[in-house]
């Protein structure tokens, strides 16, 4: 029997078949001597046991896994930022959008609280990037018709620093969800952490797992693209990658390198270049033992 897990709890992994209540499920030995973990998203073949309860037999193929969320077969990626307290740093919009490029799942910037602070500039920047942008208020309902639109038919994830607003964007598209809302420091300008588990729930005629977020104190654990996939995960920088003179290149320090121009002329955001160079030298950094878990 074939179904998906919409949550996993304490051990048990709850799979939708279809129609009724998800079947709680153990994991059978054999998947973990295969080094293999179900994910929330997860497609999976199961077997009924008389009680009502189950085992995961397989896990089938998978379009992309994350480890932060810990979810797999995404397709879009909600990264919810904001230009009221607590303000995002474009960084952290870069390395999510970067990180989602190289999973083939489509990111999407949302920028909430737009009834405290306009996001005009960063939402300018980034639609000029190529992403798909917009900007939201979960206080007064605009803009999330738009965000319902795009939440349909897909399997999503929000995710963003803490306190920018994920769990109230989504009691705002559905009352029903009643998500706990982390209240934020002003002395520390974050959020409290007040997501518990990974759960699939349906949305705006999709699903979107509800996952913990990141605060600055952890993002850097977050996985790394491979610096070799770096270039390519810039979708800015895609105009410019064949004029460059030599084939492979970095776009770090290289001669006739046709991105940095563009850099120079103002055809690709300083802030976008100078994130894609911090995360290049953190990328060096990184064991190359590790690049094959990617």
Not at 39 to 53: N, R, Y
Not at 67 to 77: C, G, I, W, Y
Not at 240 to 259: I, L, M, P, S, T
Request: aromatic share 8%; net charge neutral.
């Amino acid at each position: 029997m074939e179904g998906r897990i919409i949550k996993a709890l304490s051990g048990f992994y709850y799979v939708d078949i279809g129609g009724g209540q998800p079947v709680p499920c153990r994991g059978r030995g054999k998947l973990r001597h295969q080094r293999l973990t179900p994910l929330v998203g997860d497609w999976v073949t199961i077997t009924q046991t008389p009680d009502g309860s189950g085992m995961v037999d397989a896990i089938l193929p998978r379009q992309n896994q994350f480890q932060r969320p810990m979810v797999s077969n995404l397709e879009q990626l909600i990264i919810v930022a904001s230009s009221a307290i607590p303000v995002t740093d474009p960084y952290l919009i870069d390395r999510m959008t970067a990180i989602a490029e190289s999973k083939q799942c489509q990111p999407i910037i949302c920028f909430n609280k737009c009834d405290l602070a306009r996001s005009d500039a960063l939402e300018s920047l980034y639609t000029q990037a190529g992403f798909r942008t917009l900007q939201v208020s979960a206080a007064t309902g605009e803009g999330l018709d738009a965000l319902a639109k795009l939440l349909e038919g897909k399997l999503s994830a929000f995710t963003g620093n803490s306190g920018v607003g994920k769990s109230s964007i989504l009691n705002a598209l559905c009352p029903d969800f009643a998500l706990p809302v982390g209240e934020v420091s002003e002395r520390l300008g974050r959020g409290r952490h007040t997501t518990r588990h990974v759960e699939l729930f349906p949305l705006c005629g999709g699903l979107v797992a509800d996952t913990p977020g990141f605060s600055a104190f952890d993002v850097e654990q977050m996985e790394q693209v491979p610096k070799q996939l770096l270039p390519q995960v810039f979708r800015d920088f895609a105009p410019y990658r064949d004029g460059c003179r030599f084939v492979g290149c970095a776009h770090v320090k290289e001669r006739d390198c046709a991105v940095r121009q563009a850099v120079a002329d103002g055809q690709i955001a300083q802030s976008r270049y100078q994130s894609y160079l911090r995360l290049y030298e953190q990328a060096k950094e990184r064991p190359s033992w590790e690049s094959g878990k990617h």
